[in-house]
């Protein structure tokens, strides 16, 4: 919780995505269905100088960002990712300019193959999300948005991010690959040419990599039993 407390602390920092881009063709990521998507927040910390949330609201709004990004992916092999709410800033509305926070949310992700019954990163994956940079967030959103809108900004980019690093991991590791191959080296071989950061698309946030299946139906259901986050 040290690196929680230091981000509450700096309260300035640069937003690192933009979430805003649901209408357009989903990135690529192999073979993934989205199975469950599970959000908890057992040991939600809320930062200093920010507005309350509770923990069912933190759930619903991440549900609901993590069910809109995910559930575009129409492959035919199962993955439940698990998400733990771990900490928030809610910027407070009426802070003087020279002290206005910027809202933030720190979030730990599981990512789980359905077929393999086993976690494809063994440790949580922290992610770090603070609020875009606009002309209604400029001086701190707390003075131009209200709570709930503050929460639906981050949770869209925390999912977005999420997914910046699932595609980062296939395209290191072939998580969602049938065969379980980087995405990257086929890509490599089908333009005949090397493999750079820019061909693959790879995500310019800063997430860093941790840690691959039998096919289902086109349109497979989750296991009755959701695996849990950690």
């Not at 929680?4 to 937003?15: D, K, M, Q, R, S």
């Not at 930062?47 to 923990?55: F, K, L």
């Not at 802070?95 to 949310?105: E, G, M, Q, R, Y």
């Amino acid at each position: 919780m040290i690196r929680l407390f230091a981000l509450f602390a700096l309260g300035l920092v640069a937003a690192c995505t933009d979430p805003n881009d649901l209408d357009e063709t989903p990135a690529y990521l192999g073979n993934f269905h989205l199975g469950h998507n599970v959000v908890v927040a057992p040991n939600l910390i809320k930062g200093p100088a920010s507005r309350e949330a509770t923990r069912e609201e933190w759930v619903d709004a991440v549900t609901r960002a993590m069910t809109d990004r995910f559930g575009r992916y129409d492959g035919t092999r199962l993955y439940h990712l698990g998400v733990s709410v771990e900490g928030y800033v809610l910027a407070l509305p009426g802070v003087p300019v020279v002290a206005s926070p910027k809202s933030a949310l720190i979030l730990n992700v599981t990512a789980w193959d359905d077929a393999a019954g086993r976690k494809l990163n063994d440790k949580p994956h922290m992610v770090t999300v603070v609020e875009s940079f606009s002309t209604s967030t400029l001086l701190g959103s707390g003075l131009t948005q209200s709570r709930e809108k503050q929460m639906e900004n981050l949770s869209r980019n925390a999912a977005k991010l999420i997914q910046n690093w699932l595609v980062q991991q296939n395209n290191e590791f072939g998580w969602f690959e049938d065969d379980g191959r980087p995405a990257k080296e086929k890509i490599s071989v089908l333009t005949g040419a090397p493999t750079t950061q820019a061909e693959v698309d790879f995500p310019e946030a800063e997430l860093a990599p941790e840690d691959a299946a039998a096919e289902v139906d086109t349109a497979p259901a989750p296991p009755a039993e959701a695996p849990p986050t950690e």
